[in-house]
T-cell receptor, first 114, second 114 residues
Framework: EAQVTQNPRYLITVTGKKLTVTCSQN?????MSWYRQDPGLGLRQIYY???????DKGDVPEGYKVSRKEKRNFPLILESPSPNQTSLYFC?????????????FGPGTRLTVL | KNQVEQSPQSLIILEGKNCTLQ??????????LRWYKQDTGRGPVSLTI?????NTKSNGRYTATLDADTKQSSLHITASQLSDSASYIC?????????????FGTGTRLLVSP
């Protein structure tokens, strides 16, 4: 089954404690992306990757890092989380050109930073 | 500035009734427009995609329209069901130098009441 998986699904942490949210896709997609979703603001792109070892900033990259060492994985790293990073995070992947199905989204990770 | 505005913000309808959601955009250069359905606590799922030359596209009880001249799209839901309760997100793609940039609306939250 074609899917994007994220782990963990729920995470409560404290300010400053480094964390990583993993993302994996099984569709051999070149393009992967991370979004955060906050009430009233919709989905905002954090980082994206066009292919292995190619990453770039989205609209709200501050406080986040990513890496793309393998095609299927695209982890999101918060080196020193702060309360304003409390949000719902989605990983997504798609074919390079967008394809007919658009982006496949993961199930989401709800992060709370105390 | 590239923007996507959706209306209404929220909507409550009775089961079996029809409804129409609106999406206005100022995205250039326009590539395509997608409607996504997002169930509570889940990632968005693509419903339809429309390119510049397409006026109408259906997916079951969902029918999307696009007026590229006025930069407006609508999503019509026929004979609503309780399972249609979700947020509906309009996403417009801008194609720039071969790279696709996505602009997200903030969504319309639909509640179908029995």
């Amino acid at each position: 089954e074609a899917q994007v998986t994220q782990n963990p699904r729920y995470l409560i942490t404290v300010t400053g404690k480094k964390l990583t949210v993993t993302c994996s896709q099984n569709m051999n997609h070149e393009y992967m992306s991370w979004y955060r979703q906050d009430p009233g603001l919709g989905l905002r792109q954090i980082y994206y990757s066009m292919n292995v070892e190619v990453t770039d900033k989205g609209d709200v990259p501050e406080g986040y890092k990513v890496s793309r060492k393998e095609k299927r994985n695209f982890p999101l790293i918060l080196e020193s989380p702060s309360p304003n990073q409390t949000s719902l995070y989605f990983c997504a992947s798609r074919e390079q050109t967008g394809g007919t199905r658009g982006q496949y989204f993961g199930p989401g990770t709800r992060l709370t930073v105390l | 500035k590239n923007q996507v505005e959706q209306s209404p913000q929220s909507l409550i309808i009775l089961e079996g009734k029809n409804c129409t959601l609106q999406c206005n955009y100022t995205v250039s250069p326009f590539s395509n427009l997608r409607w996504y359905k997002q169930d509570t606590g889940r990632g968005p799922v693509s419903l339809t995609i429309m390119t510049f030359s397409e006026n109408t596209k259906s997916n079951g009880r969902y029918t999307a329209t696009l007026d590229a001249d006025t930069k407006q799209s609508s999503l019509h839901i026929t004979a609503s069901q309780l399972s249609d309760s979700a947020s509906y997100i309009c996403v417009v793609s801008a194609m720039n130098t071969g790279f696709q940039k996505l602009v997200f609306g903030t969504g319309t939250r639909l509640l179908v009441s029995p």
